[in-house]
């Protein structure tokens, strides 16, 4: 009994003997790996891109990276792909390490952060620009003015748009037969879309809703004050910029272009606001609608694919989330955000802004062109989980699995509606984009809201666009 | 175990045994069903993802969506990465507060009490308070981007001595005493007296830093900059898509597949770490 | 477990002939080895997080955006900070969400533990136990994703469930009480477990002769069981609320996943506030004042659950 306890006790001794032994050989044998050592091209003095994990696959990024270095063999080149939940996550991890020194040369930024990294970070593409125009015609003869147009801050070029997504409508084709309704055409009214949603809902049970929407600064309230003809800010154009226009745009099509947006005075209480939010308030209230969750609209794609949901606002992105979902190229089809005084679109673009703290400018302006080449965005956007900036990408072939049938409206939105713009992002963007979020919240989730809500609204607003960020 | 302890007295309640398993199973099913219906989803179609009544058993069970997540992340290397950084902070914890908890509970020394108090103060720092300054010294360190950067930060544990200094306090005083008597000192009491009896306690820090640290998500978030040092949480994200257009079963596949080591070593050190809680709770 | 149990320790008989050798030798020992047990936490504890709080006590007392280099605020960003209608809301919520959270986590905890007391197989009892630990395992971001799909409002497993009894759809994400409401039961879904264990574990700790004693004396009913075992439970019931209290007053992942903080106001928390006035609108200071604030609020409560300790804690 002893003896046996004994060598138990023993036993179990020699066992965590090895047991430590195996932990310390393992950490030995992997220091390499905590201490990063393994990893080709760290601190040799790379450019370094950081690019919102979400939005590329790897073997996009691999591809992006391999077409560089076959191109420039003498730029050593490492891409960091964040994988951060949404923007803000992103931009935590920028934020850290500009202030530690050690930010990256290039960032990809969408509309929401453009002004604020132009203010604060970015360098302007001019000379650049400039000096290689003769390369670039081609790229901005495929590329809409409205796309540049958002990248441009007082008169300066700070991006290349390689994306973008247009907020238009898609619909369920399955719940259109249901409700025995014809596709909408491209110049239907506010009116026309209402009485839709009312047809969706008679024809189904109570487990749908005609129309499904995520409260958000892109495709949330904004479309709806932009075809009210009016908008959160009051939005006016930079003067400048007409030494791009005039170099790569004919007359037709640079009228009316300026430096870049300016966005202001707060006018959420304007008629057409309030008016706006009245009429989402009612589509609430007559069950045509669910009140808006926050968040990046996770939900959104499963309820639409099965047939819960008959219309919501999306951009090309969505065409591959639906496929990915499961849903057929014409289980769904897409159409123009509704016309009431306008049918001014609003649109989200993304591209990479050059920090002014790099010390490869040069090198860093090379990554640039080459991202925004023809050839590099075909091994980018290979699944439709975004639109490109290209005019030329979008071909029936590229939608032929995907779908939608009417795939021609995603860059139509720009073609045919020159004044469609970006959505009111000031580089007091993320107080703005909270303040609208939070009282666009509290409008919708109670009857009478809309009034107070908005009131509050233009007085945070207002103290917002007072701070210099 | 319950067998071994005298429990509360039995039958003294108006509930009737069979009432009482009847609520306790209601609980256990609430408790269980989003884990349950997290799995069940994940090996259903996208397209089925919303039925209503939920299919717990799917009607046509399909491992598309486990495929999908080896497809678009690298799940080995984020995994190894995760098991490297979460299996030496939990041994580091066990030795820090293993050491700090006995030096607390049983050891005599001048300022004690603040010193006490400094590393419970420290478990009422949001993190989000301080990642910028911790960045700076690890940056100081050399340690950015390096998953030692994850690990080194995390030994100290303010919970882990708290919970330690709680366990060793829980033992006989007369033990160390009568050790001491036959001659043991400070250091021989702790090796052969208390540390033996130690062990739940241990396995109890070590567990909760494993399942901490394992779902992770801020500071790696923050701290890592190369793709080849990301841990699990971080990868998952991809698997959302660009602005939400991933599929379902796809995200919950990978919740699910990162849930896989969290539950192997809760099984595992099931008992050891309801022992340790056990003891914890108990301040004497 | 057995050979570890406290009650098989037999204690020895001190001589006190023994306790006089070399005191001074001892004491000299026993704070060295302190000073070395104490030296890899204590060292750790300053540079990884003492040094940045002194470092975010000086930051909330500048202006810095990240990017330009830091201005001296004084007291500015406090002031700001205390009229900011946000903070303090947030302050408001997080104090009802600690309420309710950590209520609702020891009350629901101590129910299963004494219900669990009762008599049962061992078996059964072992898998329930199981069952109320394991959502702690599981990452508090992945399951608030899941729980946004369970709480969708329209389309949502809960609502349909609550809809069998014959229950209207609650508007749970999109509703001021509903969200407030939603964000509790999910962290108290994932939490209660801890609380739990630790019952289970005091509740084994009271000896069965003080029971016996108990009903001898004619003390029978859950009432008077209970006026017996409170008591007996209250250093257990200390340890949980304090950490129940530490962690619910730093809540962040489940409503910044499941509501943003929405709709307005109403769920957002003094860390969603701390997170979002850093790394969105690039103000550190008041970022850090917040977090000062934060700090000293925590410290405040759980000071004042000691002192409270002192009069409703009964220790054996």
Redesign the interface.
Known sequence: MTDSLFSRRALLRYGAYGAGAAALAGTAASWDRLTGADIPGRDDGSLVVATLGSAFSPAGVRALVDGFRRLHPDIKVRVNAVQA?DW?DF??KI?TQ??AGTAPDLVYVATEGVQLFAR??GVPLDRWVRRDAAELREYFADVHPSLVESMMYEGSLYQLPIEFNAADMYLNTQVLRRAGAEFPAGDWTRDDFTALLRRMKKASDS?F?PY?WT?RLWGGVVPWLFANGTNLLAESKAPGGSWLWDAFYPADRRRGRGGGFRWTTPQATDDRVVEAYDYLAALVHDGLC??????NG??LI??FSTG?VGVTPAGGFWAGGLHLAGMRADGFDVQYFPRRHTQRHQFGAAGYALLRTSKKQDAAWEFIKYSARRDTLGKLFTTNQTTPALRSMLTADRYRETGPAHWRVFYDTLDRFPDTGPIPAPPQV??VT?VL???T??A???PGSVGP?LRRMQGDLEKAMERD? | ???????????????G?WA??A??TV??LL??G??V??VSTSLRTPAE??D???QIIPAHPSAAAYHGVFEQIDVWLLALNSTLVTALIAVGQM???G??G??FAR????FKKP?FG?????????L???I???F??LKSMGLTDTLLGLI??A?????G?FLMR?YFL???K??G??A????A???RI?RSVYAP?A??GLAIVGVLAF?YH??E?FRPLILETSGQNYTL?LG?VSLQGNLGTGS?SV??AG?VL??IP??A??VVG??P???G???????? | ??D???SS?R??A??PA??A?RPGA??R???L??????A??????V???????V??VV?SLFHW????SPGFAGTANYREVFGDTTVLVSFRNTLVFMVFAVAAQLLIALA?A???????P?W??S?????????????????S??????F????G?VN?LIGLFGIAPV?W????HGAMATVVIVYV?QQF??SF????????????EI??AA?LDGA???RK?LAI?LPLLS??L???SV?GI?NA??V?EQPY?L???????ST?TV?MV???K?????R?GE??AV?VL??VL??AV?ALQFRLSRRF?H??
């Open positions: 939940v803000s931009f935590a934020l500009i202030a604060h970070l487990h809703t499904f409260n669910t009140r808006p969750e926050g968040g996770q939900n499963g309820v819960r993320a107080e909270q979020l939070k009282h919240g509290t919708l989730s109670s809500a960020v | 175990m319950s067998q071994a302890t005298p429990t509360l007295s039995r039958a003294r309640y108006a509930l045994p009482r398993i609520g306790l609980c256990a408790t269980l989003p884990v219906w997290t993802s919303f209503l009544p939920p030795i820090t507060a050491l700090a006995y030096a050891l005599d020394f001048r010193l400094l590393v419970l103060a420290t478990m009422m720092v949001p989000q308070v301080t910028v300054p911790v700076l010294v080194v930060p030994f100290p544990t303010a919970f001595t709680q829980g033992m006989p007369d033990l005493e009568a001491m008597l036959d001659g000192g400070p250091w702790f009896l062990r739940p399942n394992w779902n998500f949480p998952l379902i995200v919950l919740v990162s849930m969290a539950v070593v809760f099931q008992r770490l309801r022992e809680i056990t003891s914890a709770g108990v301040n004497r | 477990m057995t570890t149990r406290i320790v204690p020895r001190a001589s023994a306790r050798v001892r004491e020992g026993t704070r080895l302190a000073a070395v047990f104490l890899p936490t204590v060292v750790g504890i540079i990884f997080t003492v040094v940045p709080i470092g975010s930051l955006n990240v990017i330009d299963l004494l219900t669990l007391n009762g008599r049962m061992t059964l009892r898998v329930f136990r199981s069952a109320f630990f394991f959502p702690l395992v599981l990452s508090a971001a992945s399951i994703v899941v729980m946004k799909y369970l969708n409002q329209d389309f497993v349909w508007p994400l999109t509703s001021e879904w477990g801890f264990l630790l019952f289970v574990g005091g509740l084994n700790n009271i000896p069965k029971h016996e009903a029978t009913g859950p069981h075992t250093p257990t200390l340890v949980a950490v530490i007053l730093q962040f996943v509501t943003d903080g929405g709709p307005g106001d957002r860390v701390i997170y979002e850093a790394f969105e609108q690039l550190f970022a850090s977090g934060l700090f925590i410290m759980t804690v220790y054996q």
